[in-house]
């Protein structure tokens, strides 16, 4: 079964900083493009940010300058460092990957969600 486990998250003030991770585990063949997308109550789960198998990023605007997501494909392992924190990037933290997967033969195709992890800022 292949499966995301996010840690890393947690209580933190304005103006700290948090890293999280993301790894994969399964039969993983490769991995394409994984992300982290963040959820507040009431809203709509947002895009934070992607990074490709090729190492190219992509952040929402309002977390540029601050988030850095990183991976380790030797570890199948994703990051997200977090600088200055700010009361409204309190969320609750998804990794999302976009894999190839051994199915029996073959391989195919395979979207992932973790379960998510807490990041919650305190002004």
């Known amino acids: 079964q292949v499966q995301l486990v996010e840690s890393g998250g947690g209580l933190v003030q304005a103006g700290g900083s948090l890293r999280l991770s993301c790894a994969a585990s399964g039969s993983i063949f490769s991995i394409n493009t994984m992300g982290w997308y963040r959820q507040t109550p009431g809203k709509q789960r947002e895009l934070v940010a992607t990074i490709t198998s090729g190492g190219s990023t992509n952040y929402a605007d309002s977390v540029k300058g601050r988030f850095t997501i990183s991976r380790d494909n030797a570890k199948i392992t994703v990051y997200l460092q977090i600088l200055n924190l700010k009361p409204e990037d309190t969320a609750v933290y998804y990794c999302?990957?976009?894999?190839?997967?051994?199915?029996?033969?073959?391989?195919?195709?395979?979207?992932?969600w973790g379960q998510g992890t807490l990041v919650a800022v305190s002004s």
């Open positions: 999302n990957g976009n894999l190839t997967v051994v199915a029996g033969p073959s391989l195919r195709f395979l979207e992932v």
